[in-house]
């Protein structure tokens, strides 16, 4: 029987799901992709034993093959497992660069392709932050030739493209040597904060508190300036890493001017 995304699917249903754990998973996810409620130690694990019919491939055929994957799989946990190798092989050229073996700057030119391809099965948070996690970090190494794309997605009919425009800015900002200027990140924020999807909304909050992290200063003026156009779901998100005081001076200042703009418009 050749391998391929049913294979993959039929290995995730042999492993080990807590009773209940499905049912919860599809509510906490809000996802329409069949899944099995596995644990995401479960799914490493999986993982990291390998596939043995896929040993003998280079590289680029597991690319292939895992991409094949995340586009045909039925279970969200196959989904995964692609996701895991994407990463395992960043990791890989990480290490050849760190033996000089390849260029720094060259880590991700080879998954770019890929990762841009996944975003258009996405459907749920999970999937989504892991992909932003490989293309922030890609975005990082060469922002000249790929923040482009997200400037596109920026302004993509297709809610989880926009979601990915703002979350790939920094995904985490300390995980970020050169971070993006805020020059660059708060423009394409700024185009979505009235976005009415609500994963999109979170990433604004998401991605405002990173964009304070990396840049305070700018950020918190940005806040200011537009802190009564924020939704209660992006003001959560962006503020929550803020000082105590900081945050009650901005809740303060978000009221006033809603309530300013629900007088006027009234």
């Known amino acids: 029987m050749k391998f391929n995304a049913r294979s993959i699917d039929s290995e995730m249903r ?15 996810l809000n996802t329409e992709i069949k899944l099995l409620g596995l644990s995401v130690p479960t799914q490493r694990d999986r993982f990291k034993r390998g596939y043995a019919k896929l040993a003998a491939l280079t590289t680029e055929e597991k690319a292939m093959f895992w991409l094949s994957v995340w586009t045909k799989a039925e279970l969200f946990e196959s989904m995964s497992q692609a996701i895991l190798f994407f990463e395992s092989w960043a990791k890989e050229r990480a290490r050849l660069a760190r033996k ?31 992909i932003s996690s490989l293309l922030s970090a890609a975005v ?20 989880w493209y926009r979601r990915q425009s703002i979350v790939s800015l920094h995904y985490y900002a300390r995980q970020r040597e050169k971070p993006l200027s805020a020059t660059k990140t708060l ?7 009235h976005d009415e999807h609500f994963y999109v909304q979170r990433g604004v909050g998401w991605a405002l508190r990173e964009s304070y992290n990396a840049e305070p200063t700018v950020t918190l003026g940005f806040l200011e300036r537009h802190i009564g156009e924020l939704s209660a779901i992006a003001f959560s998100a962006a503020t929550e890493k803020l000082t105590p005081k900081k945050k009650a001076a901005l809740k303060k200042l978000r009221g006033e001017r809603r309530r300013k703009r629900s007088f006027t418009t009234s």
């Open 14 to 28: 042999k492993l080990p799901a807590k009773a209940g754990a499905a049912a919860f998973l599809r509510g906490y």
């Open 140 to 159: 990082e190494e060469n922002p000249k030739l790929r923040f482009q794309t997200l400037a596109k997605w920026n302004q993509d009919r297709r809610p």
């Open 100 to 130: 000089e073996e390849i260029k720094h700057t060259e880590i991700y030119r080879p998954l770019w392709p890929y990762l841009t391809k996944m975003v258009a099965r996405i459907d749920n948070w999970a999937h989504s932050d892991g």
């Open 187 to 193: 423009p394409l924020i700024r185009r979505l904060i």
